[in-house]
């Protein structure tokens, strides 16, 4: 299973952001699904996640202006990033508990990362 991240850029203070995340290769299904993030010196830590049933979780710093989707029938998440702050600056990863066709375990699979960039 292999995921491919976009929609990262650079973008004003308040302004917004859509990013998606579209998983391929042999799947036969997908868990969860989730963001991270990592900004500069810092450790990668979690933004907000998704199960299969649509049930979300989100770090408290992006309650409120950030949002996740994901479209099953394309593998795909999404992450609205709206009222954006110079400290949402970070990469920012997607993530997925996927089983592959002829494996009995789901497996965690992480994206390439994609920059995100808050001017003030």
């Known amino acids: 299973v292999q995921l491919q991240a976009s929609g990262g850029g650079l973008v004003q203070a308040g302004g917004s952001l859509r990013l998606s995340c579209a998983a391929s290769?042999?799947?036969?299904?997908?868990?969860?699904m989730g963001w991270y993030r990592q900004a500069p010196r810092n450790e990668r830590e979690l933004v907000a996640t998704i199960t299969s049933g649509g049930s979300t979780n989100y770090a408290d710093s992006v309650k409120g202006r950030f949002t996740i989707s994901r479209d099953n029938t394309k593998n795909t998440v999404y992450l609205q990033l709206n009222s954006l702050k110079p400290e949402d600056t970070a990469v920012y990863y997607c993530a997925a508990e996927a089983l592959s066709y002829g494996d009995v375990r789901y497996k965690n699979t992480w994206g390439q990362g994609t920059l995100v960039t808050v001017s003030s």
């Open positions: 290769g042999r799947i036969s299904s997908i868990n969860r």
